[in-house]
């Protein structure tokens, strides 16, 4: 009888309250990561459409699919969709790619060729170009499930924030 | 992280192991837990905050069911709480993509979705977590109070990633009394090394050989052809999975800790049922244990049981994967599980040994064919091969030459997955009379072993790990 007074009478316990707000915070953290790192089943040519308007084409022009083979060593074939933007000057750096890849395994060579793309671009450049390799230095690189995206150029973050916006 | 990569094998390790050994005792945990934190954070940077997530929720719900005890109604829900949040955790992450894709199958619109990698490990920690939840609950283990001790048992390397699943009624104690010994050490070493080889010589080598035959276009290759393929398939898979828990339980004993087998040579079982005593041992009592005996196990009648047996074995096959194939394999065990206990189970008994041999391999590796496809179609086209139909011959010079070009591997294998191998070591290593020899045999034997695996790790770039992906 008396244990029974002691249950009615107990409040919700501390570990009660704390479990809800651990659930809470797994909820918000959850919510961060859809809104900042997950990918999207969207078609790439809707994702496509949504960079390309974004671009600013005096300075970038769409490039063959041979150029993804020519600049970063990768088969445009073994993707879902290439896309990739270059600057026609010989002194310029920037450069716009976006890649869907067929499966997550492909993601880190893609990812490995686009470093070495950088570093390549930047030993080129090294010396005697510095606003170009600060270009490179800033270069936004984002990888959303199975795109990745990357943009070279003075105005690299808002064409990120496409990208992201996209998505 | 991979235990079979040359990053944890030279530094991650021997750094690890190094600082474990130097610091006082009441530091141990603390030395692992970091290790343990750093190893998955290696690979998965941004999921280490749901892992940590996960310890937290879960020792705070192992207290709050500890202290609801005097009153059941409270605790059960207190329970169906923790196990709800973990399920769908687990659902969200693994499950929710499978759902919208199979949901886009039949709707004449498509949903697009927002989709995010699966968390590695996710499987396999969680389902630590509810055997916590549920052992407390049913008060075969003691809620920790010590949430150092709790989030080590989560998230321990040697079985964070791929298991063995360690039950905490298992582990308890150890948590936080172990015993270190050179002897233990020793043998932990030889774990561990058996492992890596398992993994880097065989899994990898034998894995290359089943590419091959799975990049051919269907209808281009032999019955033969198909055969090879699929008995390279499920060497691969048996030597990558079981090498990782050997690894796991090697670091382990090095660690002090004690796990239990997860594999006990399962390809020369002589039933179906026999296979899943023998194959992920941890994964097939952790279902027998919170599931199957809770739905009623063989205590109600033949047509309870065969509805549990099948509900286990969905759930089972849903576990390896988020897909159509991954459902129709746990579907395919549990109805030959169904058969074998309640059909032709006796029938069986009474055949030779070589024929229930041959049975439970054919059923086997067509079961790996529904685990290796990623589509039913292409199951099920893959199977009609392997039986004749649409295939190009029944042998031909290209199936010819993975046998006999990769003979000794397969012989290699085979002695590998039964205890032939390990026995045939152990009897080279035997062989002289006096103990001091015999040690520096078993040295130089499992060094050579271990050199040899690193030679295969550093010059091959296949180095994929299959049960990595649930």
């Given at each position: 009888?008396?244990q029974?007074?002691n249950?009615?009478?107990?409040?919700?316990g501390?570990?009660?309250i704390?479990?809800?707000?651990?659930?809470v915070m797994?909820?918000?953290?959850i919510v961060v990561?859809?809104?900042?790192?997950?990918?999207?089943?969207?078609?790439?040519?809707?994702i496509e459409q949504?960079v390309?308007?974004?671009?600013?084409?005096?300075n970038?022009?769409?490039?063959?699919?041979?150029?993804?083979?020519?600049?970063?060593?990768?088969?445009?074939a073994?993707y879902?969709?290439?896309?990739?933007?270059?600057?026609?000057?010989?002194?310029?750096?920037?450069?716009?790619l976006?890649?869907k890849?067929?499966n997550d395994?492909?993601?880190?060579?893609?990812?490995?060729?686009?470093?070495?793309?950088?570093?390549n671009?930047?030993?080129?450049?090294?010396?005697?170009a510095?606003?170009?390799?600060?270009?490179?230095?800033?270069?936004?690189?984002?990888?959303?499930g199975?795109?990745?995206?990357?943009?070279?150029?003075?105005?690299?973050?808002?064409y990120?924030d496409?990208?992201?916006k996209?998505l | 992280?991979l235990?079979s990569?040359?990053?944890f094998?030279?530094?991650f390790l021997?750094?690890?192991?190094?600082?474990?050994?130097?610091?006082?005792?009441?530091?141990r945990?603390?030395?692992m837990?970091?290790?343990?934190?750093?190893?998955y954070?290696?690979?998965?940077?941004?999921?280490?905050?749901?892992?940590?997530?996960s310890?937290?929720?879960?020792?705070?719900?192992?207290?709050?069911?500890e202290d609801?005890?005097?009153?059941?109604?409270?605790m059960?829900?207190s329970?169906?709480?923790?196990?709800?949040?973990?399920?769908?955790?687990?659902?969200?992450?693994?499950y929710?993509?499978?759902?919208?894709?199979?949901?886009?199958?039949v709707l004449p619109?498509?949903?697009?979705y927002?989709?995010?990698p699966?968390?590695i490990?996710?499987?396999?920690?969680t389902?630590?977590?509810m055997?916590y939840?549920?052992?407390?609950?049913?008060?075969?283990?003691?809620?920790q109070k010590?949430i150092?001790?709790?989030?080590l048992y989560i998230?321990?390397?040697?079985?964070l990633?791929?298991?063995?699943?360690v039950?905490?009624?298992?582990?308890?104690?150890?948590l936080?009394?172990?015993?270190l010994s050179?002897r233990?050490f020793?043998?932990?070493a030889?774990?561990?090394i058996?492992?890596?080889?398992?993994?880097?010589?065989?899994?990898?080598s034998?894995g290359?050989i089943?590419e091959?035959?799975a990049s051919?276009?269907?209808?281009?290759?032999?019955?033969?052809t198909?055969?090879?393929?699929?008995?390279s398939?499920a060497?691969?898979?048996?030597?990558d999975?079981?090498?990782?828990?050997?690894?796991?339980?090697?670091?382990?004993k090095?660690?002090?800790?004690?796990f239990r087998?997860?594999?006990?040579?399962?390809?020369?079982?002589?039933?179906?049922?026999?296979?899943?005593?023998?194959?992920?041992?941890?994964?097939?009592?952790?279902?027998r244990?919170?599931?199957y005996?809770?739905?009623?196990?063989?205590?109600?009648t033949?047509?309870?049981?065969i509805?549990?047996?099948?509900v286990?074995?969905?759930?089972t096959?849903?576990?390896?994967?988020?897909?159509?194939?991954?459902?129709?394999?746990?579907?395919?065990?549990g109805?030959?599980l169904?058969?074998?206990?309640?059909?032709?189970?006796?029938?069986?008994?009474?055949?030779?040994?070589?024929?229930?041999?041959?049975?439970?391999?054919?059923f086997?590796?067509?079961g790996?064919?529904?685990f290796?496809?990623?589509?039913?179609?292409?199951a099920?086209?893959?199977i009609?091969?392997?039986?004749?139909?649409?295939?190009?011959?029944f042998?031909?010079?290209?199936?010819?030459?993975?046998?006999?070009t990769?003979w000794?591997?397969?012989?290699?294998?085979i002695?590998?997955?039964?205890?032939l191998?390990?026995n045939?070591l152990k009897?080279i290593?035997?062989?002289?009379?006096?103990?001091?020899i015999?040690?520096?045999?078993a040295?130089?034997?499992?060094?050579?072993?271990f050199?040899?695996?690193?030679?295969?790790?550093?010059?091959?770039?296949f180095?994929?790990?299959?049960?990595f992906?649930f």
């Amino acid at each position: 009888m008396m244990q029974e007074k002691n249950i009615q009478r107990r409040g919700p316990g501390k570990n009660m309250i704390l479990k809800y707000f651990v659930l809470v915070m797994i909820i918000a953290y959850i919510v961060v990561l859809m809104i900042y790192t997950s990918g999207s089943t969207k078609s790439f040519d809707k994702i496509e459409q949504a960079v390309e308007s974004s671009l600013d084409t005096e300075n970038l022009t769409k490039v063959d699919v041979q150029g993804l083979k020519r600049y970063y060593g990768l088969n445009s074939a073994d993707y879902d969709g290439v896309m990739l933007y270059s600057s026609q000057k010989s002194m310029s750096t920037e450069e716009v790619l976006l890649i869907k890849v067929k499966n997550d395994g492909q993601m880190q060579h893609v990812r490995d060729a686009v470093q070495k793309r950088i570093e390549n671009r930047k030993n080129d450049f090294e010396g005697y170009a510095p606003e170009q390799v600060k270009l490179l230095e800033q270069a936004q690189l984002s990888v959303r499930g199975k795109y990745l995206f990357l943009a070279i150029a003075p105005k690299a973050e808002a064409y990120k924030d496409a990208f992201a916006k996209s998505l | 992280m991979l235990f079979s990569s040359v990053t944890f094998l030279f530094v991650f390790l021997p750094v690890t192991m190094a600082l474990y050994y130097i610091v006082p005792q009441k530091f141990r945990n603390v030395i692992m837990l970091i290790a343990s934190l750093i190893f998955y954070a290696w690979g998965e940077p941004i999921y280490i905050v749901l892992m940590v997530l996960s310890i937290l929720l879960n020792y705070i719900c192992g207290l709050d069911i500890e202290d609801k005890r005097d009153d059941p109604r409270k605790m059960r829900r207190s329970l169906i709480f923790a196990v709800v949040v973990n399920l769908l955790l687990l659902g969200f992450f693994k499950y929710y993509g499978f759902l919208l894709d199979s949901l886009n199958a039949v709707l004449p619109v498509d949903i697009p979705y927002r989709d995010l990698p699966l968390p590695i490990g996710i499987s396999f920690y969680t389902f630590q977590a509810m055997s916590y939840i549920i052992d407390v609950y049913r008060g075969e283990a003691k809620s920790q109070k010590n949430i150092l001790y709790f989030a080590l048992y989560i998230s321990m390397f040697p079985q964070l990633i791929a298991g063995p699943i360690v039950r905490y009624v298992d582990i308890e104690a150890q948590l936080k009394n172990r015993v270190l010994s050179m002897r233990k050490f020793g043998l932990g070493a030889e774990y561990f090394i058996i492992g890596l080889a398992k993994k880097v010589i065989l899994a990898n080598s034998i894995g290359q050989i089943y590419e091959q035959i799975a990049s051919l276009q269907m209808g281009s290759f032999s019955v033969l052809t198909a055969w090879v393929g699929c008995i390279s398939y499920a060497f691969q898979i048996y030597f990558d999975f079981s090498g990782y828990s050997d690894m796991a339980i090697g670091l382990g004993k090095m660690f002090g800790f004690e796990f239990r087998k997860n594999f006990d040579y399962p390809y020369i079982s002589t039933s179906i049922t026999e296979f899943w005593r023998r194959w992920h041992i941890s994964l097939s009592t952790w279902f027998r244990e919170y599931v199957y005996i809770p739905l009623g196990g063989n205590r109600c009648t033949q047509s309870r049981q065969i509805m549990n047996l099948l509900v286990v074995w969905m759930l089972t096959g849903l576990w390896h994967g988020a897909a159509w194939n991954f459902l129709f394999w746990g579907l395919y065990y549990g109805i030959l599980l169904v058969l074998e206990k309640f059909v032709w189970g006796r029938k069986l008994e009474r055949l030779p040994s070589a024929a229930k041999h041959i049975y439970s391999m054919v059923f086997v590796l067509i079961g790996w064919v529904f685990f290796f496809s990623p589509s039913l179609g292409y199951a099920f086209n893959y199977i009609g091969v392997m039986f004749g139909a649409g295939a190009s011959a029944f042998a031909d010079k290209q199936a010819l030459f993975y046998v006999f070009t990769h003979w000794l591997l397969y012989l290699i294998a085979i002695l590998g997955s039964s205890a032939l191998g390990l026995n045939l070591l152990k009897q080279i290593i035997g062989g002289f009379n006096s103990a001091r020899i015999r040690k520096v045999a078993a040295g130089v034997v499992y060094i050579s072993i271990f050199l040899i695996s690193v030679a295969y790790l550093v010059t091959e770039t296949f180095n994929p790990f299959l049960y990595f992906r649930f």
